[in-house]
C-alpha cells in the first residue's frame, strides 16, 4: 500500500509538542488568561499507548506500537486522524491533537482534538498485514472510539480502506451499524462528497481571502508547493485553475521547477503513471533542484508548504522571499522562524486555520452521517466556503485589532473560545 503523503518526514530533533505550546504560550500571554484557565485546557486529557500484537503472513507475531492522545473534549468529542508511518512518536501524536483542539475551534465545529498513530510502515505490509494491524489497533482502543467519544479520520500512511476495516471492526464489536464512527470513508460507507480535496479546497478559500487583503492578483501570481501528496497535489492542482503559475514542485524525490510554469495537468498524469514525481526533470523545460529546500527560498508569491513539519526555521527564514506562506502541512513554521517571517512582513496564514478544511469536510461527513441523509458536492462546497471564509475573517478581525500575527490571532480565537466552554461546563468533582 502507498503512503498517503510520499513526502512526510518529520525532523526528529525538534519536539512539535514543545513548538506547539509556544504558539499556545504567545496567544494565551495576549488573552491574559489565568494559571487555572492556562491548566484546564494546554496539556492532553488523555494519552494512550499499546502494543499490538498482528500475525504476519508467514505465520509469525509482530508487536506494533501504537498511540491515541485525546488532548481536549470539553468542545465536543476527540476529532483527529490515525497516522501509520515508521517515524510516528508520542511528542508527535501529543502536537497534532492539540493542534487539531484548536483547529477545531477556529472553524467552530463542534469537535475537540485527538490523533493516533502505529510505529510502522505500510509499504512494507501485505494488504492483508496491513487490514490484521489495522483492525487490532481499533479493536485495542475500541472502548475509546464511538461518533460521540473519538472520531478518527486518514491521516499520512492510511486512507479510505483503512476507514473502512476501522468502521467494520467497530461495528462488529457493537453488533450494529455505526458509519459515523470514523470519517474519510468511501462514498459508498457514507463517506462525504468533497472530502478527498477538502484539505486543499480549504486552503485555497483562505489563500484567496489573503491575497485580496495583500493584493495578489492570483492569476498574475506565482506559487511553489513544498509536497506533492494529497494535500500538495490538491493545492497545486486548485492554485493552477486559479490562474497562479506554478514554478517549483516537491515530493520525497527531490524538487522540479520551471520559471514558465508547470503544467499541473501533466504532472499529475506523470505521478499517476510512475507513482512519484522522479523522472520529471526529463520532461522539457523542468529542472531539478539540487537541494530540494531550495524550493522555499524561491522568488514567488505564494509558498504552499504542504508536506514536512520544522521545515522553515530560524536558519532559513531570513531568505524565504515569497510574500504569502499557507500552511498546508501541520507545523512547518517553528516558533523562531514566525518571529523573523513576521518582522519581514511575510503573512503566514497558520495551520489551524489554513488546513482546517479537512476536518470541517469531516464534520460535515459525521453530520450526514448522523441524520442518514447525503448533500451533493454543491451543498458540500457551499458549506466549507462559508466557513473558511468566515473563520478567515473572524482571525484577520483579532490580527488587526490586536496587532497581533495571523498565528497568534487564530490561537486567541480558539483559545477564547476553547476556555468558555470549559468554565460554562465548569470542573465535575
Known amino acids: 500500500m502507498k503512503a498517503q503523503d510520499p513526502s512526510y518526514c518529520p525532523n526528529p530533533s525538534i519536539d512539535a509538542f514543545e513548538n506547539a505550546l509556544t504558539q499556545f504560550n504567545a496567544a494565551a500571554q495576549k488573552l491574559n488568561l489565568t494559571p487555572n484557565q492556562i491548566a484546564v485546557i494546554q496539556k492532553p486529557r488523555r494519552v494512550i499507548e499499546v502494543q499490538l500484537p498482528v500475525r ?37 501524536v ?12 477556529v472553524v467552530n465545529v463542534p469537535f475537540g482534538g485527538g490523533k493516533g498513530g502505529v510505529v510502522c510502515d505500510p509499504n512494507e505490509l501485505s494488504r492483508n498485514e496491513l487490514e490484521r494491524l489495522s483492525r487490532r489497533y481499533f479493536a485495542e482502543l475500541a472502548d475509546i472510539f464511538g461518533p460521540e467519544r473519538d472520531i478518527p ?60 487583503q495583500l493584493e495578489i492578483n492570483l492569476k498574475k501570481a506565482t506559487a511553489a508547493v513544498q509536497g506533492f501528496g494529497n494535500v500538495g497535489s490538491f493545492s497545486a492542482k486548485l492554485l493552477f485553475a486559479e490562474g497562479c503559475k506554478i514554478t517549483a514542485i516537491s515530493d520525497i524525490t527531490g524538487a522540479y521547477t520551471n520559471t514558465k510554469g508547470l503544467d499541473i495537468p501533466s504532472v499529475l498524469d506523470h505521478k499517476k503513471i510512475n507513482g512519484s514525481l522522479a523522472g520529471l526533470e526529463q520532461l522539457k523545460g523542468i529542472s531539478k533542484l539540487d537541494n530540494p529546500m ?8 505564494v509558498l504552499v508548504p504542504a508536506a514536512l513539519e520544522n521545515q522553515i526555521t530560524a536558519d532559513n527564514a531570513p531568505r524565504i522571499k515569497a510574500r504569502l506562506v499557507a500552511e498546508g502541512a501541520n507545523g512547518p513554521i517553528v516558533p523562531a522562524a514566525d518571529e523573523i517571517l513576521e518582522k519581514r512582513n511575510i503573512t503566514v496564514i497558520p495551520d489551524i486555520l489554513c488546513n482546517a478544511g479537512g476536518v470541517t469536510v469531516s464534520y460535515l461527513e459525521w453530520v450526514q452521517n448522523r441524520m442518514g441523509y447525503y448533500w451533493n458536492e454543491d451543498r458540500i462546497q457551499e458549506d466549507l466556503q462559508r466557513i473558511m ?28 473560545r476553547v476556555t468558555e466552554v470549559s468554565e460554562l461546563r465548569g470542573l465535575y468533582a
Open 294 to 301: 531550495e524550493l522555499l527560498e524561491l522568488d514567488v508569491d
Open 153 to 212: 479520520a486518514p491521516d499520512v500512511g492510511t486512507n479510505p480502506q483503512v476507514m473502512s476495516w476501522f468502521m467494520d471492526t467497530f461495528c462488529m464489536h457493537r453488533k450494529q451499524h455505526v458509519p459515523a464512527t470514523v470519517t474519510g470513508k468511501p462514498i459508498a460507507l457514507g463517506g462525504s462528497e468533497g472530502r478527498t480535496e477538502a484539505t486543499a479546497q480549504g486552503i485555497l478559500y483562505t489563500i484567496r481571502e489573503a491575497a485580496e
Open 389 to 416: 471564509r468566515q473563520s478567515f475573517k473572524d482571525v484577520y478581525d483579532i490580527c488587526q485589532e490586536s496587532k497581533v500575527s495571523m498565528r497568534v490571532a487564530a490561537f486567541m480565537l480558539a483559545i477564547q
Open 94 to 105: 501529543k502536537a497534532l491533537a492539540f493542534w487539531m483542539t484548536f483547529k477545531c475551534a
Open 56 to 92: 504476519m503472513d508467514d505465520g509469525s507475531i509482530r508487536l506494533f506500537h501504537g498511540y491515541r492522545v485525546q488532548h481536549n473534549i470539553m468542545r465536543g468529542p476527540a476529532k483527529g486522524g490515525v497516522r501509520f508511518h515508521p517515524d510516528v512518536n508520542l511528542p508527535e
